[in-house]
């Protein structure tokens, strides 16, 4: 059993940045992609980044150069640096973890097989 942690985020202005974090534990953490993908009400997760065991980063359009993730395996950690954010990245941040997902399927949340509960990340415009 796998067990994600989410923290930091928070209220912070449009145009400020933010980090947040997901601590693993109950497993080997580098074995695994580790993910995040964001949600608001009514609408679908979405995806915004992951990184594989290499590791590699790959990043949803919408966040790509502004928006960095990275992972610290000796502590089972992965962060996500959110920068020049805007209202539009309002969202509960989730952290996602996955043994056998490959590079075609982790943009999609259903091949992850763990969860965090979520942070809440609000930019006020």
């Known amino acids: 059993q796998v067990q994600l942690v989410e923290s930091g985020g928070g209220l912070v202005e449009a145009g400020g940045s933010v980090i947040i974090s997901c601590k693993a534990s109950?497993?080997?953490?580098?074995?695994?992609?580790m993910a995040w993908f964001r949600q608001t009400p009514g609408k679908e997760r979405e995806f915004v980044a992951a990184?594989?065991?290499?590791?590699?980063?790959f990043y949803a359009d919408s966040v790509q150069g502004r928006f960095v993730m990275s992972r610290d395996d000796a502590n089972s950690m992965v962060y996500l640096q959110m920068n020049s954010l805007g209202p539009e990245d309002t969202a509960v941040y989730y952290c996602?973890?996955?043994?056998?997902?490959?590079?075609?399927?982790?943009?999609?949340?259903?091949?992850?097989?763990?969860w965090g509960q979520g942070t809440q990340v609000t930019v006020s415009s």
């Open positions: 996602a973890a996955s043994l056998s997902v490959g590079w075609s399927g982790l943009r999609a949340s259903r091949n992850y097989d763990y």
């Open positions: 109950g497993h080997t953490f580098s074995s695994y992609t």
């Open positions: 990184m594989t065991q290499s590791p590699r980063g």
